[in-house]
């Protein structure tokens, strides 16, 4: 399985972004999703997963700002990022993810190669 991702750049703060997370080699419909960052000199941070069966974890970083969707049909995922802050500065991640049954912490399994997103106030 091999992940592609797209859509970062730079934006102002306050602005918006939707990074898109293109799946071959294997179907969508049977994974858990996610995506992380990792900003530099910093441990990557996970945002927002959800399961198959629509339980979701929600990195507090993020909450009320990013959303995550995903459309099988064309075996993509993708993260919605509004009210973008400086602090949000880094390379961002997809992921198809294991998750606990309850949404309380998700970790990568197979990973994108990474999209630059840049803030400036």
């Known amino acids: 399985v091999q992940l592609q991702a797209s859509g970062g750049g730079l934006v102002h703060s306050g602005g918006s972004l939707r990074l898109s997370c293109v799946v071959s080699g294997g179907t969508l419909d049977y994974h858990p999703i996610g995506w992380f960052r990792q900003s530099q000199g910093k441990e990557r941070e996970g945002l927002l997963c959800v399961s198959t069966d629509g339980a979701r974890y929600v990195g507090d970083s993020v909450k009320g700002r990013f959303t995550i969707a995903r459309d099988n049909a064309k075996n993509t995922f993708y993260l919605q990022m509004n009210n973008l802050k400086p602090e949000d500065t880094a390379v961002y991640y997809c992921?198809?993810?294991?998750?606990w049954g309850d949404g309380s912490d998700c970790w990568g399994d197979s990973w994108g190669q990474g999209t630059q997103v840049t803030v400036s106030s």
């Open positions: 992921a198809l993810v294991h998750m």
